[in-house]
């Protein structure tokens, strides 16, 4: 069986029963009281603000909730803001996919430390947000890279704000990448599931070699690195592979 994972408007990871498709999320602050100029950072973020936006918010493209207070329980973490490049347009979505994964997918690998394959078997993820309606009309070019930590239909609060947020592993529960019971969407280890990522393998290919080939080579190379007859692969779509994440993570049927 087979699963993918890719980039889209919200790290929302949807899944079939033969794929996942990770996507990463688009948002947008809502600064009232702010008296910016006019201009690519109207508005814009700052790394480092916390929120407590839900799935459903997150799920949108621009978000437009306050910025919360860090020291108390927050869903999202900003910790990277970058800007459209010059000539895309907000409408081109593909372009604007693969400019958010070379501002984002950075950024995350800052934020988590250690190598892909132990990032990967990990819950955490990164959403990204664009600006409003409105803050476009003003001139707003920035992008907006959150750190979550996906818990199935839900976004977990983030059990911690330091760098690196992961330890070596093996990953404790509370953070490690398992897959729920029915949608197989990503959780905690820590919550119920159904599949968990037990091992990784990195595909040498500089450009994204298409589902076909990573589905071929994970159903051959999958079967040694998990422990069930039934299992479960993810892997990063065109906007994440280009951005350097070539890891498929292989999960194995679980009783948890």
């Given at each position: 069986?087979?699963s993918?994972?890719?980039?889209?408007?919200?790290?929302?990871?949807?899944?079939?029963?033969?794929?996942?498709?990770?996507?990463?999320?688009?948002?947008?602050?809502?600064?009232?009281?702010?008296?910016t100029p006019?201009?690519?950072?109207?508005?814009?973020?700052?790394?480092?603000?916390?929120?407590?936006?839900?799935?459903?918010?997150?799920?949108?493209p621009?978000?437009?909730?306050?910025?919360?207070?860090?020291?108390?329980?927050?869903?999202?973490?900003?910790?990277?803001?970058?800007?459209?490049?010059?000539?895309?347009?907000?409408?081109?979505?593909?372009?604007?996919?693969?400019?958010?994964?070379?501002?984002?997918?950075?950024?995350?690998?800052?934020?988590?430390?250690?190598?892909?394959?132990?990032?990967?078997?990990?819950?955490?993820?990164?959403?990204?947000?664009?600006?409003?309606?409105?803050?476009?009309?003003h001139?707003?070019?920035?992008?907006?890279?959150?750190?979550?930590?996906?818990?199935?239909?839900?976004?977990?609060?983030?059990?911690?704000?330091?760098?690196?947020?992961?330890?070596?592993?093996?990953?404790?529960?509370?953070?490690?990448?398992?897959?729920?019971?029915?949608?197989?969407?990503?959780?905690?280890?820590?919550?119920?599931?159904?599949?968990?990522?037990?091992?990784?393998?990195?595909?040498?290919?500089?450009?994204?070699?298409?589902?076909?080939?990573?589905?071929?080579?994970?159903?051959?190379?999958?079967?040694?690195?998990?422990?069930?007859?039934?299992?479960?692969?993810?892997y990063?779509?065109?906007?994440?592979?280009?951005a350097?994440?070539h890891?498929?993570?292989?999960?194995?049927?679980?009783?948890?």
């Open positions: 069986m087979n993918t994972t890719g980039v889209r408007h919200a790290l929302a990871t949807v899944l079939t029963a033969l794929a996942t498709a990770s996507v990463a999320l688009v948002a947008a602050p809502a600064m009232a009281g702010t008296t006019d201009g690519p950072d109207y508005q814009a973020p700052t790394v480092g603000e916390c929120r407590t936006t839900d799935l459903a918010g997150a799920y949108k621009s978000d437009t909730s306050a910025p919360t207070d860090c020291a108390a329980p927050h869903t999202l973490r900003v910790i990277a803001v970058g800007h459209l490049p010059d000539g895309v347009a907000w409408s081109k979505e593909a372009a604007v996919e693969k400019a958010a994964a070379k501002i984002c997918q950075p950024a995350e690998n800052e934020a988590l430390g250690r190598s892909y394959p132990v990032r990967d078997m990990s819950a955490y993820a990164y959403f990204w947000f664009q600006p409003t309606k409105d803050q476009r009309s001139g707003a070019r920035w992008i907006r890279c959150d750190l979550g930590l996906w818990g199935g239909a839900k976004i977990l609060p983030l059990p911690t704000d330091e760098t690196p947020a992961l330890q070596q592993p093996p990953l404790p529960d509370k953070v490690a990448r398992c897959l729920t019971p029915r949608t197989l969407s990503p959780t905690t280890c820590a919550r119920k599931h159904a599949f968990r990522a037990t091992g990784t393998f990195t595909v040498k290919s500089s450009t994204f070699p298409g589902s076909n080939k990573l589905n071929t080579a994970a159903a051959r190379k999958c079967a040694a690195r998990v422990s069930s007859d039934r299992y479960h692969w993810t990063r779509l065109q906007p994440g592979w280009n350097g994440d890891v498929v993570v292989c999960y194995s049927k679980t009783k948890s």
